[in-house]
C-alpha cells in the first residue's frame, strides 16, 4: 500500500467497547476514571484577549481535574489510602466525589472517608478541590485569567503554568498533574508522549514517531513486500524492561515488543505527532500506554483535508463553534491551525450565536441522559433538558452539509460580527476585541 | 492518468506544461482542453499617482489620534500630555493610555465600547479619498460614469473600483500592480504558505484560439508551493478539495487575443484566510488574465465585495491593525459605507463595493476527484 494510498483512504475507528473486545486486545488504561476530566492550565484555557498567549503558549501541563473543571490536588498531611483531611480542611479542600457507576482506572482508586462517603484517590493520594478555584485552569485560587503574560509567565509568556507568586498555594499542597508523569522505565531511544491523534500517551521512537503493536503476529508475515509496518530494531545486546522484551524473529530481526506484541513504525507516519496508520488496519494499534476516555458513540475518521476528525457513530464530523482569534502567521485552515481555548467553548456552550438560524442545518450531537465528564470530554445540558456532548469546552455538532464519512463540508464556515450603527452591540457570547467572526471548526483529538 | 494533447499555438503556446488529469474516472474522455494555475500572488489592484489626493495623504496615526481625543472631547492640555509619551508606551498594556482610549473610542447608546467592531458608532474622521482619475479594474456596471476611473494602460473609460479609491490616501494601500502595496504584501507573506491554493482552471474546444471558455475557480488541499525565492513554483501537482462550497465558481468566459476574459453577472464565492478573508466574495464577477511567454498568468479579478469582507481584512487585528498600517480604521470603513456602489438593498443602503484585486498564477497540474456534477455559478450567493 503506497503512502498516497494510505493517506486518502477513509478509516473509521470505533471506541466502543464491543469493537475493542472483538479484537482480544489487551486494552491500555483509561487516563481518568468517570466524572475526572483534564485541564490545560492558566493562558491556555483561553482566556483574555492576549493573543501572544493562546496561541503560541505551549499546552505544556495537564491537571486532573473534577467534573466542573477545577484542578485537583493532593495533600502531604494524608496517609496513601486515607484522608486526614476532615471539618473544616474538607470545606476549604472539597474530597473529590465519586459519581455512581464510576470505576478505578490507571492509579485512581476509591477510598472510603471518615464520615463514610467516597472519595478519589490518584496514586494512593486522596485527591480534592479547592474551594478558591472558580475556573478551569486554575491554581491555588489564581483564576487564569491571572496568569498574564509577563508578571506570571515570563516576558515572552513561554510558560503558561506556574503558580503566580503573589498567592501561592498553601503549603503541604500539590497539584494533582496528568502530564508531565512520572518517568517509566523504558528502553533507550523510547519515550512516552502524547499523540493526539492517537488518543492518549504513547511510545514513540527516537524520532517520536509513534510505535504501533500488532495483534496478531501472523499478519506480520502475510503484509508483503510493500509492507508499511516496519519491525523496530532492538539491539543484539539489548535487554528487556518489564513489559518491553527483544525477541528474534524468524527471518532474523531483532525486534521489540511490548506486553509481548510486536512493536512497529508506520510508513505513512512522516513527522512526529502522525499517527496515519490508526484505523489502517485493525490488527495494527498504536501502542498506547494510557488512553483517553472518548464515548462510545464518537469515531474517528481520516479525510485527505484534515486527516483525523472526530465524527458520530455514522461516520458524520462532529464540529466545534469557535471564536475569530487574530494570529500573524495565518494557518488557521490547517488541523490546529487555531489554537483550542476551553473558556471560549465554556462561553458559547449550547448557543451557537448564529446570525441566522442554524437550527435548519447544524445539530446537537447529543449524550445519552446518564453521560457524565471524563478526561477531555464534558457534557452540557440544553435548554430543553437534553444533553450535548463536549470536548475541551467545545460543545459538538454536526452539519446537514455532510453526506458521507469523511465529509468536512462545514469546516471553515464563518460568519462575520461588526455593527453598522450606533445602537447595536456586537455580542457574540464571549471577548472580542474587533470586527470578529464565529466559525464551525472539524472537531479532533 | 490522462494527460490532455495540448496545441502549442495562441494561448498553447504560452501555456506550457499544465493540464487537468482525473485520479477518479469521469467517464469518457471530455473534448475540452483544460489547463489549470495555481495562485502565486494577490492583493488589491492599484495605481496610485502623485497628486492623486487632493490636499494630500491621510495623516499619520499621531496627528490622527490627537484629532480623535479631540472628538472625544478631551482637554487639549491632556491631549498634549499623553502625545508626549506616543510610541513610548511599550509592550505594557496598562501603561499603553493612548491605546487603551483609542481602543474603545466607540460609543454605543453612550457607552465606550471596541472601536473596531463598531466602527459606525466612532465619529467619521473624513479622511481623504482618491480624487485621481486613473485606477486598475472593471466597469461592473456598463456604464461610462463621469466619476468613474480610466485604466491607466488602456484608457478604457467607466472602471469601478471604489475600495482603491476609499483606501488610496492611505500609505500602505499604495502602489502600482508592479510595486504592490505594503498592507497586500505583508498578507500574502503571513497568509501564501499556509493558506490553501487556489486554482483556475480555464477550459475550452481549443485555447489556442479565440473563442468561448469556462473558467473555474476552486481551491487546493495544498498550499501554494514556493521555491527558494519565495516565487510560486510551476507545474506542481495539486488535490482539489472537492467541498461544494465551492464547486459554482464556473464561469463563462471568452479568450479574445490570448486574453482570458469573464463579465459575468454571477457571484463568485471562496474561501481564503482568516487573516484577510475567511470567505471571499464578489457579485458580477470579473476577470482578466493575461499569460506570459513562461506560461504564467496575469491579471485581474473584480466585482462587488461585501464591505464587511474587505473592512474585516482590514480590521480584524483592532488596535494593533490600526498602529499598523492605517491612521484611522472607522474612518476607513465610514469611507467605503459613503462611496460604496454595488446594488441598494429595500432601504437604499449598499452593503457591497466595487473592486479588484491583481493576480498571478502559474502552469499547475489538478489532481480531480469524482465528486459529482458542477453546480451552476447562479447558485452562488454574494453576501454570505
Not at chain 1, 331 to 359: E, F, M, N, Q, Y
Amino acid at each position: 500500500m503506497s503512502v498516497s494510498k494510505i493517506a486518502v483512504c477513509i478509516a473509521a475507528v470505533s471506541f466502543s467497547g464491543a469493537a475493542l473486545a472483538a479484537t482480544k486486545t489487551v486494552e491500555a488504561p483509561l487516563s481518568t476514571p468517570k466524572g475526572i476530566t483534564l485541564q490545560p492550565l492558566g493562558k491556555t484555557q483561553g482566556y483574555g484577549l492576549d493573543k501572544t498567549t493562546a496561541a503560541v503558549v505551549p499546552r505544556d501541563k495537564l491537571v486532573f481535574a473534577t467534573d466542573a473543571g477545577l484542578t485537583l490536588y493532593t495533600s502531604e498531611a494524608d496517609q496513601p489510602g486515607k484522608s486526614l483531611c476532615v471539618d473544616a480542611c474538607a470545606q476549604t479542600w472539597i474530597p473529590a466525589k465519586v459519581m455512581a457507576g464510576a470505576v478505578p482506572v490507571d492509579g485512581w482508586t476509591i477510598i472510603a472517608r471518615a464520615d463514610g462517603s467516597k472519595q478519589w484517590a490518584y496514586k494512593t493520594r486522596p485527591v480534592y478541590s479547592f474551594v478558591e478555584d472558580k475556573d478551569p485552569g486554575s491554581i491555588g485560587g489564581n483564576s487564569p485569567a491571572r496568569f498574564s503574560r509577563g508578571e506570571f509567565a515570563g516576558s515572552r509568556g513561554a510558560v503558561s503554568s506556574e503558580v503566580p507568586k503573589d498567592k501561592p498555594l498553601a503549603k503541604g499542597w500539590n497539584v494533582a498533574y496528568f502530564f508531565p508523569m512520572d518517568k517509566r522505565p523504558l528502553p533507550a531511544g523510547f519515550a512516552i508522549k502524547e499523540v493526539e491523534d492517537a488518543m492518549g500517551m504513547v511510545l514513540v521512537d527516537a524520532r517520536e514517531h509513534t510505535l504501533y503493536t500488532l495483534d496478531d503476529a501472523k499478519r506480520a508475515k502475510t503484509c508483503g513486500d510493500a509492507c508499511p509496518w516496519t519491525p523496530v530494531p532492538a539491539p543484539a545486546i539489548a535487554e528487556g524492561i518489564d513489559a518491553f522484551q527483544p525477541v528474534w524473529r524468524d527471518d532474523g530481526v531483532r525486534q521489540w515488543t511490548y506486553n509481548g506484541k510486536g512493536l512497529y513504525t508506520f510508513a505513512g507516519d512522516l513527522i512526529a505527532g502522525e499517527a496515519n496508520g490508526f484505523g489502517v488496519d485493525k490488527a495494527w494499534k498504536p501502542a498506547q500506554i494510557i488512553k483517553h476516555f472518548a464515548p462510545d458513540t464518537v469515531t474517528l475518521t481520516s479525510n485527505e483535508k484534515l486527516g483525523k476528525v472526530f465524527a458520530d457513530k455514522t461516520g458524520k464530523t462532529l464540529y466545534m463553534r469557535d471564536a475569530f482569534i487574530f494570529q500573524s502567521g495565518a494557518g488557521h485552515s490547517l488541523k490546529r491551525g487555531s489554537p483550542i481555548r476551553p473558556a471560549v467553548g465554556r462561553d458559547l456552550a449550547t448557543d451557537p450565536h448564529c446570525k441566522d438560524d442554524c437550527s435548519k442545518s447544524w445539530r446537537p450531537f447529543l449524550a445519552p441522559v446518564s453521560a457524565e465528564a471524563s478526561g477531555n470530554w464534558g457534557v452540557y445540558t440544553r435548554a430543553d433538558g437534553a444533553k450535548q456532548w463536549a470536548y475541551q469546552g467545545y460543545a459538538l455538532w454536526t452539519f446537514d452539509g455532510d453526506s458521507k464519512p469523511g465529509d468536512v463540508n462545514g469546516h471553515d464556515d464563518y460568519q462575520l460580527f461588526m455593527s453598522h450603527d450606533a445602537k447595536t452591540k456586537v455580542d457574540i457570547g464571549t471577548p472580542y476585541d474587533g470586527p470578529t467572526a464565529l466559525y464551525w471548526i472539524a472537531a479532533h483529538p | 492518468m490522462n494527460r490532455n494533447a495540448i496545441s502549442r499555438a495562441g494561448l498553447g503556446r504560452v501555456l506550457t506544461a499544465a493540464a487537468v488529469f482525473a485520479l477518479a474516472s469521469t467517464g469518457p474522455a471530455a473534448a475540452k482542453e483544460s489547463r489549470s494555475y495555481v495562485l502565486a500572488y494577490f492583493g488589491h489592484a492599484v495605481a496610485s499617482k502623485e497628486g492623486d489626493c487632493q490636499g494630500g495623504l491621510n495623516p499619520k496615526l499621531d496627528i490622527q489620534y490627537a484629532k480623535n481625543m479631540q472628538a472625544l472631547g478631551m482637554p487639549g492640555a491632556e491631549i498634549e500630555k499623553l502625545m508626549k509619551n506616543f510610541g513610548d508606551e511599550g509592550q505594557s498594556w496598562d501603561k499603553n493610555k493612548i491605546g487603551q482610549i483609542m481602543n474603545t473610542r466607540a460609543r454605543v447608546n453612550g457607552e465606550a465600547e471596541n472601536t473596531f467592531a463598531h466602527p459606525a458608532a466612532v465619529a467619521d474622521a473624513n479622511l481623504k479619498y482618491v480624487t485621481g482619475k486613473v485606477a486598475k479594474g472593471f466597469n461592473l456596471d456598463g456604464a461610462a460614469d463621469a466619476d468613474a476611473f480610466a485604466d491607466p494602460d488602456t484608457g478604457e473609460k467607466g472602471i469601478d473600483n471604489q475600495v482603491f479609491r476609499a483606501l488610496g490616501c492611505v500609505d500602505p494601500f499604495r502602489g502600482t500592480l508592479a510595486s504592490g502595496t505594503a498592507f497586500w504584501l505583508f498578507m500574502w507573506m503571513a497568509e501564501k504558505d499556509s493558506m490553501p491554493a487556489w486554482l483556475i482552471t480555464v477550459e475550452g474546444d481549443d485555447l489556442s484560439k479565440d473563442g468561448p471558455v469556462d473558467v473555474i475557480l476552486s481551491r487546493a488541499i495544498e498550499v501554494t508551493k514556493f521555491n527558494a525565492n519565495g516565487e510560486a513554483r510551476a507545474d506542481m501537482t495539486y488535490r482539489q478539495d472537492p467541498d461544494p462550497r465551492m464547486k459554482a465558481n464556473v464561469f463563462k468566459g471568452e479568450i479574445k487575443g490570448g486574453i482570458v476574459n469573464v463579465a459575468s453577472q454571477a457571484n463568485l464565492h471562496m474561501m481564503q484566510d482568516q487573516l484577510t478573508f475567511p470567505n471571499f466574495d464578489l457579485a458580477n464577477f470579473h476577470l482578466r488574465l493575461t499569460s506570459d511567454t513562461e506560461g504564467r498568468m496575469e491579471g485581474l479579478i473584480g466585482g462587488y465585495q461585501p464591505i464587511e469582507q474587505v473592512y474585516f481584512a482590514l480590521g480584524q487585528g483592532g488596535l494593533a491593525a490600526e498602529n499598523n498600517y492605517s491612521p484611522e480604521l472607522p474612518g476607513m470603513y465610514h469611507l467605503m459605507r459613503k462611496l460604496a456602489d454595488g446594488p441598494a438593498d429595500a432601504q437604499g443602503q449598499r452593503w457591497s463595493i466595487s473592486t479588484a484585486y491583481h493576480i498571478k498564477a502559474v502552469p499547475a497540474f489538478m489532481a480531480v476527484k469524482d465528486t459529482g456534477a458542477t453546480a451552476k455559478a447562479s447558485e452562488n450567493t454574494a453576501n454570505r
